[in-house]
């Protein structure tokens, strides 16, 4: 950000000595580089991602831990992604590496598991890198979880009508992104 300010006040101290010397030419190249530099400057807009509420009140989705597709459910009152031992086997994590000593409440009652960091975690167009997660022992929970540790990441999130809205930062320098929905 300081180095946007200098540069523009360099290039507005540039254009005001050519505009006191009142050579058109200059001008309207000055007016160029200007012009220019505020376009690559701009932000695109931030992604964001709708999911629509279940029928069961639930904000289920589908997303992509480490590129596979996993379906799960948001859970603001979970501090962590909470995978099932499933879910982690089918997308190659070294379950046979991992630690189950996190003591864990679930719906189901107490269990434990066990804590790693997924490399990537995408919901539509929002990608999150290196997440931290739990996994559950195997058999003890049926659904994935989106909680905190990846909800916390994001510009903001919030409940309107019957649609959750997940919405990331906006890039700089990169496509134009538009909303869509998390189960595209």
Request: hydrophobic share 45%; no cysteine; glycine share 8%.
């Amino acid at each position: 950000m300081i180095r946007f300010l200098l540069v523009l006040v360099m290039l507005a101290g540039t254009a005001g000595a050519v505009v006191a010397y009142g050579d058109p030419d200059q001008i309207a190249r000055a007016s160029h580089k200007v012009s220019h530099i505020f376009r690559a400057q701009t932000a695109t807009p931030a992604p964001a991602v709708q999911i629509p509420r279940g029928q069961g009140g639930e904000f289920a989705l589908r997303a992509k831990i480490n590129g596979i597709a996993a379906p799960m459910v948001i859970d603001t009152g979970a501090t962590s992604v909470v995978l099932t031992w499933e879910t982690a086997k089918a997308i190659g994590l070294p379950l046979e590496m991992l630690e189950y000593d996190v003591d864990l409440e679930t719906a189901g009652g107490h269990t434990k598991a066990a804590r790693l960091t997924l490399d990537r975690l995408s919901v539509g167009h929002l990608v999150e890198k290196s997440v931290p997660a739990l996994v559950v022992q195997r058999g003890q929970m049926k659904t994935n979880l989106l909680g905190m540790s990846f909800l916390d990441r994001l510009e903001s999130w919030g409940v309107r009508a019957d649609k959750l809205m997940l919405t990331g930062y906006p890039e700089l320098q990169s496509s134009h992104r538009r909303s869509r929905t998390a189960l595209d």
